[in-house]
């Protein structure tokens, strides 16, 4: 009888290290969907390109509407801006110094520069 017990408390035991296991392996799983979801502009903001560009007008970088302006009829111009933003640049928009994003992967990049030359025209100055 208390062999009986015994077995049958290992067979309870082993049941809630399996559901445990399960759970634990749906808890990542949700992280990683829940980390391919991010937003591009949740991407701009995390690597702080909101802190230089506006999504319209400037702050101390162009915004991104007169960004998409210039380069709207490029077909090269996400390569050029993806490369820009991991690089940096000088004198494209002035005197102005766009420092290196080396933070920014080559993939983010990209979604940047597709995302940045997405943004409608600005409306007219008054």
Not at 40 to 53: E, I, S, T, V, Y
Not at 66 to 87: F, H, M, S, T
Not at 99 to 120: E, I, K, N, Y
Request: proline share 6%; net charge positive.
């Amino acid at each position: 009888m208390r062999a009986l017990r015994v077995s049958h408390r290992r067979h309870r035991v082993s049941r809630w290290w399996y559901v445990a296991a399960v759970a634990l392996l749906a808890g990542c799983a949700l992280e990683v969907t829940a980390q391919t979801v991010m937003t591009p502009q949740d991407l701009a903001r995390k690597n702080g390109c909101m802190a230089c560009h506006g999504i319209v007008h400037k702050q101390v970088g162009p915004g991104f509407a007169q960004v998409a302006e210039r380069y709207r009829n490029d077909a090269d111009a996400p390569g050029r801006l993806a490369a820009k933003i991991r690089n940096g640049s000088v004198g494209t928009w002035g005197r102005l110094i766009m420092p290196q994003q080396t933070q920014v992967g080559d993939a983010d990049a990209q979604v940047l520069a597709r995302w940045v030359l997405s943004q409608p025209s600005p409306p007219p100055a008054r």
